[in-house]
């Protein structure tokens, strides 16, 4: 009930201005759990305001943030510009709290303690491997219970393998049936792993030392918490450089890392330590308004009872977690641990006083530092204000985090008899998740988003389309058939790009010149008509990305096997769909305001190639056709050799090393050597393929032959292109193989048909214990057991007599022709 009497309606949808033009679309609403309406809290209907909680910048970024902030994008973007909202969108970084305090603490003692221990010659002194020890010994027993007290670097690994035989032993995959009977693997399985992973690495490096950097390279994550818990009290609660040095260059990196995936930068920043005076008056605000207490230890609690009997509601995003324990300790942090003062369990921290060694700020109740949750409230009122249109993050952070924000920024903003909505829309993306477990630093579990990015698996491109062929709300299971999906997606885009860019190249009649649409032509524009008006359902459905990934396949699909198509449908199909993947931010070079332009980055060959690959194909195709036409005109060959190889750039760097100059001159050269031997055309076509398969293939480059007489179209591989090569030599190898495995059969039975054929009929059925009697043939008359041979049973032995007999006679002669 709220103070003056009245229900509070769980969610108050917004109410649009008459004169508001608000695009109709609904988006998936956490607070609501349904599709709800969206209407902007500005007047006019076109300002959007987003907060977005950023990153805790204490390490790399993971895959399981590229989902976050790159599904977080897609729809920034869909709103932006394909909506034609303008988006204000805030985002913070956490660059103080309990993980942030631990890591820069203990990356500052571990330092400390190098420096201390080095040595010129970089050997390991005893003192650092007496002090190592003990902080394999503190790290076994915190983590690894069951190991005995005795284990030593020496032991470790049989008694690990003794006491953790059930827990470290292959599991399977999580799924209904293994979860059910507890055979799946678990988050403590995976944390058991990282802890006897760490010690071992650790015991390893006190059995042998090797140098400082080899043995701190190993030894390092026992030492960090044992430093720690040593030293840690004894750090200066003002030196916060401790902490900015660390986030400052994780901050840095994290945006590094948005930028290679193509997030678009936020509008805004907001920082925690840039926002501690805002933080501190939020917090006093909610103890004036009755909803916070202080303790005598300096802390400050978010009083939920007296929320509740204000009359509002406390936990709305996931009412079913409001008790659990586990999740609400994970909300006070690492550092929270132990007894408190505060009056009730579900309480939690608006303002923490900050414990020995960890930095603090003033504030009206003591140095103390911000709870988790305060940051966001905080600074999300004072940058946008009392109404927020959209919040976003991570699924995992709708309780506590989410749901703490709402319930303090209530707190804040109500009045007596006036409650406020402080966020209309929650957005919460799905996580990314291996094995059925979320992705996780602690968990050990995860890859950096620059790691994946600097191999050939995964780029930019291909891990958005991942995202956009998933409901951003769902968690992502990262599988083969999902990586097949998306390298077929993205090939097919490919595919479609190239040759509508080709067409647009080549095009006989600009788009500014009519022509009247043929029967093929008018299909293919309807079909894109009904695609438009299905993308624009999708989009306005909560931002389908999926439904819209599917149509656009679709809709290539029924271009690529349309027949006799002009070249102007094809040009304006092209350019429609690069227009929704520039809007889906498929293209880092993508300009919306040019309506002209047909495809993605990344379709072209590499600049330096161009002087000497187009020449290298010009002439491959015109070798083709000539060596084609019947006689074979080599003296025509020969000479257009000559002209391009005398045409080609002289490299700027060396010669020998410009591939792309060597290819050239060596097939230029390879064909005037065939030409001068009045080669024939299969010699003249095998070294065309030659330069396809291998000399460009091995270069980056594929040369896609198609129906005289158009030219081979010159295009950089693509996976499509690498799997199909892959299958097609995999299905060659098999088959060869195949073919090795029946001759060898053949081979066999040809054997053991000429071993048969060396006996003679006389003798071929009494070599045989299952006959006792034989006639002058040789064929059999009477059984091992006395009966005479029946006659249909003898007629049986006389066709074996009679085809083994004519089988001898030929061996025979055989023999004698021998």
């Known amino acids: 009930m709220a103070s003056d009497g009245r229900k509070q309606p769980p969610w108050v949808p917004p109410r649009a201005q008459p004169n508001a033009q608000i695009p109709q679309l609904k988006i998936y609403n956490s607070l609501t759990r349904t599709k709800d309406d969206f209407v902007p809290v500005d007047p006019t209907g076109k300002v959007v305001t987003w907060y ?78 007496a002090e190592t020890k003990a902080a394999f010994q503190h790290y076994i027993g915190k983590n690894l219970p069951s190991l005995p007290s005795d284990t030593s670097p020496e032991n470790f690994s049989e008694e690990a393998d003794k006491a953790y035989e059930e827990n470290v032993k292959p599991r399977p995959l999580a799924d209904a049936t293994t979860a059910q009977q507890g055979q799946a693997l678990t988050v403590a399985d995976l944390l058991l792993r990282a802890h006897i992973g760490t010690a071992k690495s650790a015991a390893e490096a006190l059995q042998a030392p090797g140098t400082l950097p ?16 040593l030293h840690g009290a004894e750090m200066d609660s003002n030196n916060y450089e401790i902490y900015l040095e660390l986030t400052q260059k994780f901050e840095r990196r994290f945006f590094e890392d948005m930028d290679a995936l193509n997030v678009l930068a936020p509008d805004k920043l907001t920082r925690v330590t840039e926002h501690l005076p805002q933080i501190v008056h939020f917090v006093e605000k909610i103890v004036t308004n009755g909803f916070g207490y202080a303790t005598p230890d300096g802390s400050v609690y978010f009083d939920i009872d007296s929320f509740e009997k204000a009359g509002h509601s ?16 994970d909300g006070e942090g690492s550092l929270s641990k132990g007894k408190s003062m505060k009056r009730s369990e579900s309480h939690f921290a608006l303002w923490k006083a900050s414990k020995p060694g960890e930095p603090a700020w003033p504030s009206p109740w003591g140095h103390g530092r911000p709870g988790w949750h305060i940051e966001c409230s905080a ?17 995992d952070l709708r309780f506590p985090h989410h749901d703490n924000e709402l319930a303090q920024s209530e707190a804040y903003w109500s009045t007596p008899g006036c409650q406020v909505q402080w966020t209309n829309y929650f957005i919460h993306m799905g996580q990314l998740r291996i094995r059925g477990l979320k992705m996780s630093k602690s968990l050990k579990n995860y890859t950096t988003i620059r790691s994946v990015l600097s191999q050939s698996e995964w780029t930019a491109r291909s891990l958005r389309i991942c995202f956009l062929l998933m409901p951003r709300q769902d968690g992502i299971e990262v599988t083969d058939e999902l990586m097949k999906a998306v390298v077929g997606w993205e090939g097919k885009l490919n595919n479609f790009f190239l040759k509508s860019l080709d067409i647009w ?162 097939f230029c050269s390879d064909i005037t050597a065939l030409t001068a031997q009045q080669a024939p055309a299969k010699d003249l076509l095998a070294l065309c393929d030659q330069l396809r398969d291998v000399h460009l293939w091995n270069l980056g480059i594929y040369l896609e032959d198609r129906n005289s007489p158009q030219p081979a179209l010159v295009r950089p591989l693509d996976k499509l292109l690498v799997e199909a090569r892959a299958e097609q030599e995999s299905a060659g190898a098999a088959k060869a193989k195949a073919k090795l495995e029946q001759e060898a059969r053949e081979a066999e039975a040809e054997k053991e048909m000429c071993e048969r054929a060396r006996v003679d009929p006389l003798l071929m059925f009494k070599a045989s214990a299952e006959y006792s009697e034989w006639d002058e043939d040789g064929i059999p008359t009477v059984d091992a057991a006395g009966n005479v041979v029946s006659k249909n049973r003898r007629k049986k032995l006389v066709k074996e007599w009679e085809k083994q007999k004519k089988r001898h006679e030929e061996w025979l002669a055989m023999q004698q022709a021998a």
């Open 52 to 129: 977005a909680c950023g990153p805790t910048v204490y390490e790399d970024a993971h895959l399981g943030h590229a989902k976050n902030y790159v599904s977080t994008d897609i729809i920034r973007r869909i709103m932006k510009d394909y909506f034609g909202f303008s988006v204000k969108f805030v985002m913070n970084t956490t660059d103080i709290d309990d993980k942030i305090i631990l890591k820069g603490r203990q990356q500052y003692l571990l330092a400390r303690f190098k420096q201390q221990h080095a040595a010129e010659d970089n050997s390991v002194s005893d003192s650092v491997l």
């Open 314 to 329: 406390y936990s709305r995003l996931e009412p079913w977690n409001k008790n659990d324990r586990s999740l609400q300790a």
């Open 214 to 229: 080899e043995f701190f390279a190993k030894a390092t994550d026992v030492l960090l918490p044992y430093l720690d818990v």
């Open 505 to 666: 190249k080549h095009s006989s009649h600009p788009m500014t010149t009519r022509q009247e649409p043929s029967a093929a032509d008018q299909q293919l524009l309807n079909a894109l008509e009904k695609a438009k008006v299905d993308v624009d359902a999708a989009l306005r459905d909560s931002s389908n990305t999926s439904a819209v990934m599917r149509i656009l396949s679709d809709l290539v699909t029924e271009s690529n096997s349309a027949e006799a198509l002009s070249d102007q449908t094809i040009i304006l199909l092209a350019r429609w769909v690069t227009r929704i993947t520039t809007i889906f931010g498929l293209d880092p070079e993508g300009d919306l305001n040019n309506p002209d332009r047909i495809g993605w980055s990344g379709l072209d060959i590499p600049a330096p190639a161009k002087p000497y690959v187009y020449p290298a194909s010009h002439l491959r195709d015109k070798v083709r056709t000539l060596a084609c036409a019947g006689s074979v005109d080599h003296a025509a060959i020969a000479k257009l050799a000559v002209e391009i190889s005398t045409a080609a750039p002289t490299p700027v760097i060396e010669s020998s090393k410009e591939p792309y100059h060597q290819v050239l001159h060596r």
């Open 379 to 395: 600074m999300a009122s004072e940058v946008i204000g009392k109404s927020i249109d959209i919040h976003s993050g991570g699924v």
